[in-house]
Nanobody, 127 residues
């Protein structure tokens, strides 16, 4: 079955760190850009981080560069999101999504370019 599955969420204290994983099943990551998105109550879906298919270009939402780090391991069909200095406002359901690399000219935050969305994992930042 073609799918993406996110994992690694949980309860973390403010200023803490967490690493999320996204595993791909039923297809190769080689030709896909990948992004992490999140949804918090009342905010809708928000783009967080992007990495291109080769892994040599990344982009982050305003204020997240340095705090978040996206990486990938195509051979193992995994995409990661490392999060540091977490704050309560980072609480959300985090999901990964794929974008064909043929859409390279489109803005990375354009949701309509992503053709597969994964299961979300809940991150709760609270003491």
């Amino acid at each position: 079955e073609v799918q993406l599955q996110a994992s690694g969420g949980g309860l973390v204290q403010p200023r803490g760190s967490l690493r999320l994983s996204c595993a791909a099943y039923g297809f190769s990551l080689n030709n896909y850009d990948m992004s992490w998105f999140r949804e918090a109550p009342g905010k809708g879906r928000e783009w967080v981080a992007f990495i291109n298919s080769f892994g040599d270009y990344t982009a982050y939402a305003d204020g997240k560069k340095g705090q978040f780090r996206i990486s990938r391991d195509n051979a193992n069909k995994k995409v990661y999101l490392e999060m540091h200095d977490l704050k309560p406002e980072d609480t959300a359901v985090y999901s990964c999504a794929r974008r064909p690399d043929s859409a390279w000219a489109a803005p990375v935050e354009s949701l309509d370019q992503y053709n597969l969305w994964g299961q979300g994992t809940l991150v709760t930042v609270s003491s």
